[in-house]
């Protein structure tokens, strides 16, 4: 654990903030500021909403800056509503996406899944699951991030 990440708990569930690979796609505090308000401290505060509704913003977080751990077994129920859309086979075999590519509003494009980061000679960058990639190549301090 780097020395800036943060852990926050309740009785069910124990979110884990990773600073270094947040691009601020605001997506967390957009959609739940109850819960995640980077202008207070701490910015988070799982007591304000419901573990549902937390699980479902953090697992919508497209570099991994936000996960969670279970402290308590899920009831059958939210187990169905957390998994990941699936696409089915000919066969009734079911596979999960390889890749998915997300474009922010005035933000990055995110990608995660299965995939090879390549060069402009062709030669691999990366293998990570996740990455963010700047659009503008403006700004100084570009919003890439290989995780």
């Known amino acids: 654990m780097e020395k800036k990440d943060r852990d926050y708990s ?21 959609k739940l500021r109850s819960v995640f308000d980077p202008g207070r401290r701490p910015w988070i505060r799982l007591d304000k909403g419901t573990t549902e509704e937390i699980i479902d913003i953090v697992n919508q977080c497209p570099t991994d800056a936000l996960t969670y751990t279970r402290l308590k077994e899920p009831q059958k129920e939210e187990e169905k509503k ?8 000919e066969n009734n075999e ?10 922010m509003k005035d ?5 995660s899944g299965d995939f090879v980061l390549k060069d402009i000679h062709g030669l691999k ?11 503008c190549g403006k700004s100084s301090t570009q919003c890439n991030i290989i995780g």
Request: aromatic share 4%; net charge neutral; hydrophobic share 35%.
């Open 10 to 30: 309740n009785d069910e569930i124990t979110v884990h903030w990773r600073p270094d690979k947040c691009v601020h796609a605001t997506i967390c505090y957009a």
């Open 82 to 89: 957390n998994e990941e859309p699936k696409k089915e086979l």
């Open 94 to 103: 079911v596979k999960e996406p390889a890749t998915k590519i997300q474009i």
């Open 107 to 111: 933000g990055p494009a995110l990608i």
């Open 125 to 135: 960058i990366s293998t990570a699951n996740n990455i963010a990639l700047c659009r």
